[in-house]
């Protein structure tokens, strides 16, 4: 069998296991499934309708349990754990990393966690204290304290013994060692390919990369992210405020906070968080709906009260009616485009101070050239719609306005939100198409109350 | 000076750099520019409008120019391209690794990418070919053809040996060597953390893993994406139909196309590109954004055709005027939630055949049930406002109706589009609003009629 084949029956291994567990062939199923990696457990397990998913947890084998926990979104992982009796949460928190410990240390019932740090050593109780220390979205709530230092006055030949005496302790995703002086400061890396290329009479201080600034323990975990990215890392050291070396941040979990972030804005404009659980209970999932709905009802609200201010022009003039929600939604679609822009720049770090006046006047010139091109399509369509140039000449306008509003606002808005510490990915949406609703309808409606009666 | 004091510092590095720019302190802005890592400087011109785009990459060093290029997004990336001459092109591709030249090369003119080739001497030649032959979005356009391979029947020192001839060699990233058969056939991995480990004596075969499965070169980037996240890799190796090593994927691609994922769906919900530069000419989003806003005019005058064939009754109850918007909007609200759940299930392969039922099961259940709690909320306002009973009734009825709509058009809309091969994170909710507005408007009109009249 080729490997190739080997790998296309990989690919629909997930739908086999599923087949077994539809015909109730769990024993065979229970097998399939603890040969997957816990990442594919996971992501199989969030796929999963509630019932089946808890009839698949159960089949996991408990040494995987901790990994597969580590794997999952925070809902569906919060779940599981709160049907975990106190057994089940010690074998699962056992053998873990200390940053996934750290993880999952943090959303058990409080008796269960004391009890774990005090089966810990002294070492690794420090290491999972100093992880705690720290905010969970910080790099040092991402850094891992377990890392292999070494001096830079001993020589290439002594690393490779001490490397073969630790053997597998070494920890995943080691692609560099960190260089430390006498008191743990960091100094600079030893990659394990300069370490296997160079001289064995070589000393580390000679041959180590200076090239690896370290990330202090305080960064958020979107510039941990960015810088990541920009630097093409997999490992990066992290430091406290006097420079010691305390901990390591691999690359796997900034791929998390890269996912994450990306599904954070998604989801976030449709009042979504991006660690909903896609099988969550309908009564809470409703309750959670239910918000934002509200929310969005009294926005509604706003328009239907200003439409009201116009019952009478209504009245006299009832293609209004008609056409006012196409200048409404010419400026919420306009204006989301501006918005969206602005929000992908700001969650970049590519907005500040200067170029945010360019992003305003481009947005507003292209805002101001397709309000010209739009109302003028507009215009006529309505006009011969309605036979009647009055009403061409007003949409016109009112279309002009809200055009121009909505590039204003939808490029304003999020820096501002921004500023005053509300997330635009949340708010920003919302708060646009009530701009835009509302600027929308006075303006056709105010117009036509002026020049139509 | 501490570690901590030089990472601030490097922090406002690019503000620094910016001030120099804007004060006209043009080689100290070269110096401090050049010092930077190329995808520091790409982050950076991303963020500039274009005159002063065009200075600043005019200050970059020659020999970074290609991995500047690399780190661009794509329409920035051509842009810059579009404005080199044939030297500067040439200089900007020597000195890159085989699958960042496959990526730039695809954007140059036809002359300059043969005699780029020709350049190439017969081995990387044969690589840069094989990477072209693989669409850019799959395992083949993504991998690096440049991988150190060993023999199973060769022992470590003889490796160690290898590596310390082949020294700079090395390509980045390098966490694994690949074991390879007579013929170039995949067989498993042996990591540096193995090599350094164990005893030279012992031979590749006896300590090699098995565990790393190779990657079919004719999978989607996304399946690429989704087995790094599940497996935790840095590396992978990438196989031809017979299971011959063809190449290595690396970590840092893939980050890029998860960012890009979730950036796609973000911005396609606004019919925005993920590659869009945030400061492309005027003239160049005027005409994208218009045609963005003429398939949105299509839906908006199809709602209002449908309140052009209730003129009469509008024209007799005003107030249904004023309340119709706030039937349309909670149906597009409800129906936007279902519909972004749906289309991060499909995009993370966690919707398929059997759980897609559950899904639009569950979904219409919350739908229902906010439908009655809403429906309750804005009937008693609604009434009071209007002091009738009738209206009361009827926009309670028309709000059921929609919500109803709203969450089986969300779940099912994106299931269906991505069955046809239409994505659903561009097409989506322009579609969903469609059906939104205009069963919202038929439900409330056109019940208002049958009862009211």
Same mark, same amino acid.
């Given at each position: ?8 029956? %990989? ?16 024993? @065979? ?57 106190? &057994? ?13 410990? /750290?993880?999952?240390? @943090? ?60 053997? %597998? ?53 979107? @510039? ?17 405020? %006097? ?32 660690? &909903? ?34 019952? %009478? ?49 481009? &947005? ?33 306008? /009112? ?55």
């Amino acid at each position: 069998m080729s490997d190739v084949a080997i790998n296309n029956q %990989e690919d629909t291994r997930l739908e086999r296991l599923q087949q077994a567990l539809d015909s109730g062939a769990l024993r @065979q199923a229970s097998r399939m499934l603890n040969a997957l990696r816990p990442g594919e457990i996971a992501h199989l397990l969030e796929a999963l309708p509630l019932t089946e998913r808890e009839i698949l947890w159960g089949m996991v084998d408990e040494e995987l349990d901790g990994e597969v926990l580590v794997h999952l979104t925070d809902e569906v992982r919060a779940d599981l754990i709160s049907k975990m009796n106190r &057994e089940e949460l010690l074998a699962a928190s056992s053998g873990l990393d200390t940053d996934d410990l /750290a993880d999952l240390i @943090q959303e058990m019932p409080f008796a269960i966690t004391r009890e774990i740090i005090a089966s810990l050593d002294q070492q690794n109780r420090q290491r999972l204290e100093s992880v705690l220390s720290f905010p969970e979205d910080t790099a040092g709530g991402l850094m891992n304290p377990d890392t292999i230092t070494v001096r830079p006055e001993v020589t290439l030949d002594v690393v490779m013994r001490y490397l073969r005496r630790l053997k %597998e302790q070494i920890p995943e995703h080691t692609d560099n060692l960190m260089v430390v002086n006498r008191d743990g400061k960091y100094l600079g890396v030893l990659p394990l390919t300069i370490l296997v290329t160079h001289d064995p009479d070589d000393t580390v201080a000679e041959v180590m990369s200076l090239d690896q600034k370290p990330i202090p323990a305080s960064w958020e975990d979107g @510039q941990v992210a960015n810088r990541f990215e920009q630097h093409d890392l997999i490992s990066a050291p992290v430091v406290d405020d %006097e420079g010691i070396l305390i901990g390591r941040i691999t690359v796997d979990d900034v791929v998390d906070v890269i996912r994450e972030e990306g599904e954070h804005q998604f989801m976030g404009q449709a009042g979504l968080s991006e660690d &909903e659980d896609m099988f969550a209970p309908v009564l809470i999932s409703t309750q959670r709906r239910a918000v934002w709905l509200g929310i969005n009802l009294i926005t509604a609200f706003l328009a239907s009260w200003v439409i009201g201010m116009f019952e %009478e022009t209504i009245e006299k003039v009832v293609a209004l009616a008609v056409l006012m929600p196409i200048v409404a939604s010419m400026g919420g679609i306009a204006g989301s485009q501006t918005l969206t822009l602005t929000i992908r720049g700001i969650a970049l770090g590519q907005l500040s101070g200067s170029n945010t006046r360019w992003l305003v006047l481009k &947005e507003l010139a292209v805002g101001a050239l397709n309000s010209i091109i739009w109302a003028a399509v507009v215009a006529v369509i309505a006009g011969l719609w309605f036979n009647s140039s009055d009403i061409a000449i007003l949409i016109a306008a /009112a279309i002009t306005i809200n055009l121009i509003f909505a590039a204003l606002t939808g490029a304003i808005l999020p820096l501002a939100l921004d500023k005053v510490g509300i997330d635009p990915a949340l708010a920003g949406s919302v708060l646009l198409t009530t701009v835009t609703d509302i600027v929308g309808f006075l303006a056709f409606l105010g117009l036509a109350t002026l020049y139509l009666l």
